[in-house]
């Protein structure tokens, strides 16, 4: 095999010559100029021409509400108090003699009972056997009085005759005194003897109910030792208290009605008491109860006391609202879209009406519905 010899080919020359590197870039920067103008021509012209605003929408109102006047109204107050169930007058009785044995005592706690009925009787054969030496003592008494007073009598006669002497009939005057002064005496003797005797009877003073038996028959009393409680005339009452700036709403004959339970008993305030408990700046009120009550002393009973009436200023209870921590009320002006918030002092409650005490006037208008979703300055529709 012969070897054969491979061809050089000559360079062939180029028809086109390639451009210069400088040209390369060249186009593209000018490119990138050309936009970068635009770009600054285009925000010129923004800049010189700002678009025109978009008109204002028409404010929308945040809620449709109901407003209704702050009215005057003739309102009846009440002031409320509780307190517990007592007497009227408890009656404490006691041995007025000591020493002696009870053998009658007829009467229970509970029980009704008169004027001069027997409570208790006490063993009296001792004091009856004095009350009878003194009564023989005032016979004996008054016998030697009569006799003395005969004796001077005689001397009277016997001197007016001049038969007798002056000197015995002075001595006769004087044993008529001395008898007389002996009558005296022995009378109150007597009448002491008596009185101790009557002691032995323990008599109701007045008509009312036991509330109370201390002793029982067989025992022996102490001189002053308390025996029975009676409720006088059986009648009732309600201490009730009441916060002192109450007080001045409360008189006596104005109605009341206690609550006990599920009960209302019809009353009526018998006695404001003059002085305040500076402790708990609570004030007594004695409220008089039916004898028909069905109360028992010791109970606890709430009782409410109708006042005058007077004139307030009212709100219907929906149109108050609380916020920071107070209650508050929003007033829509005559004429004006928007709320105002004011707050409130607020007193009773009545009927669903709310008392106002302080922050508005009457005649101004408030939103009674819808208030609970305002806030102050919030621009509000009022519904037909």
Same mark, same amino acid.
């Given at each position: 095999?012969?070897?054969?010899?491979?061809?050089?080919?000559?360079?062939?020359?180029?028809?086109?010559?390639?451009?210069?590197?400088?040209?390369?870039?060249?186009?593209?920067?000018?490119?990138?100029?050309?936009?970068? &103008?635009?770009?600054?021509?285009?925000?010129?012209?923004?800049?010189?021409?700002?678009?025109?605003?978009?008109?204002?929408?028409?404010?929308?109102?945040?809620?449709?509400?109901?407003?209704?006047?702050?009215?005057?109204?003739?309102?009846?107050?009440?002031?409320?108090?509780?307190?517990?169930?007592?007497?009227?007058?408890?009656?404490?009785?006691?041995?007025?003699?000591?020493?002696?044995?009870?053998?009658?005592?007829?009467?229970?706690?509970?029980?009704?009972?008169?004027?001069?009925?027997?409570?208790?009787?006490?063993?009296?054969?001792?004091?009856?056997?004095?009350?009878?030496?003194?009564?023989?003592?005032?016979?004996?008494?008054?016998?030697?009085?009569?006799?003395?007073?005969?004796?001077?009598?005689?001397?009277?006669?016997?001197?007016?005759?001049?038969?007798?002497?002056?000197?015995?009939?002075?001595?006769?005057?004087?044993?008529?005194?001395?008898?007389?002064?002996?009558?005296?005496?022995?009378?109150?003797?007597?009448?002491?003897?008596?009185?101790?005797?009557?002691?032995?009877?323990?008599?109701?003073?007045?008509?009312?109910?036991?509330?109370?038996?201390?002793?029982?028959?067989?025992?022996?009393?102490?001189?002053?030792?308390?025996?029975? $409680?009676?409720?006088?005339? &059986? $009648?009732?009452?309600?201490?009730?208290?009441?916060?002192?700036?109450?007080?001045?709403?409360?008189?006596?004959?104005?109605?009341?009605?206690?609550?006990?339970?599920?009960?209302?008993?019809?009353?009526?305030?018998?006695?404001?008491?003059?002085?305040?408990?500076?402790?708990? $700046?609570? &004030?007594?009120?004695?409220?008089?109860?039916?004898?028909?009550?069905?109360?028992?002393?010791?109970?606890?009973?709430?009782?409410?006391?109708?006042?005058?009436?007077?004139?307030?200023?009212?709100?219907?209870?929906?149109?108050?609202?609380?916020?920071?921590?107070?209650?508050?009320?929003?007033?829509?002006?005559?004429?004006?879209?928007?709320?105002?918030?004011?707050?409130?002092?607020? &007193?009773?409650?009545?009927?669903?009406?709310?008392?106002?005490?302080?922050?508005?006037?009457?005649?101004?208008?408030?939103?009674?519905?819808?208030?609970?979703?305002?806030?102050?300055?919030?621009?509000?529709?009022?519904?037909?």
């Amino acid at each position: 095999m012969l070897d054969r010899p491979i061809p050089i080919e000559a360079p062939q020359e180029a028809t086109a010559s390639a451009p210069p590197p400088r040209r390369r870039w060249l186009g593209p920067l000018l490119g990138v100029l050309l936009m970068a &103008g635009a770009g600054y021509a285009a925000l010129s012209w923004r800049a010189a021409h700002p678009p025109a605003p978009p008109p204002a929408a028409a404010p929308v109102p945040a809620l449709t509400v109901a407003v209704g006047p702050v009215i005057m109204r003739r309102m009846g107050t009440s002031v409320v108090g509780d307190g517990s169930v007592v007497a009227w007058q408890e009656l404490v009785i006691g041995a007025e003699v000591g020493g002696l044995r009870i053998v009658e005592a007829p009467l229970d706690e509970g029980m009704p009972v008169r004027a001069g009925e027997l409570l208790a009787r006490l063993d009296d054969s001792v004091l009856a056997a004095q009350a009878a030496q003194a009564v023989a003592a005032v016979g004996e008494a008054e016998a030697f009085l009569d006799f003395a007073r005969q004796e001077e009598a005689r001397s009277e006669t016997l001197v007016r005759s001049q038969t007798g002497s002056r000197q015995v009939l002075e001595q006769r005057q004087s044993a008529t005194r001395q008898a007389e002064a002996r009558l005296v005496s022995v009378k109150a003797r007597r009448d002491e003897a008596l009185a101790r005797l009557a002691q032995t009877r323990i008599l109701a003073p007045t008509d009312g109910v036991v509330s109370r038996v201390s002793v029982r028959i067989g025992a022996v009393t102490a001189l002053g030792q308390e025996m029975f $409680r009676v409720i006088r005339d &059986g $009648r009732l009452e309600l201490d009730a208290r009441v916060p002192e700036l109450e007080l001045t709403d409360v008189q006596a004959g104005q109605a009341a009605t206690v609550r006990h339970g599920g009960r209302e008993i019809a009353a009526e305030v018998r006695l404001v008491a003059p002085v305040v408990a500076a402790e708990t $700046r609570l &004030g007594l009120v004695r409220i008089a109860l039916p004898n028909d009550s069905g109360l028992r002393p010791g109970m606890f009973a709430r009782a409410e006391i109708r006042a005058p009436a007077r004139e307030v200023l009212m709100v219907p209870a929906s149109a108050i609202v609380f916020r920071e921590g107070a209650p508050q009320a929003f007033i829509l002006p005559e004429g004006g879209e928007r709320v105002e918030m004011r707050r409130l002092a607020t &007193g009773l409650r009545q009927d669903g009406m709310v008392e106002i005490t302080e922050g508005l006037r009457a005649s101004e208008r408030v939103v009674t519905a819808g208030a609970g979703f305002l806030v102050n300055g919030d621009l509000v529709r009022v519904a037909p």
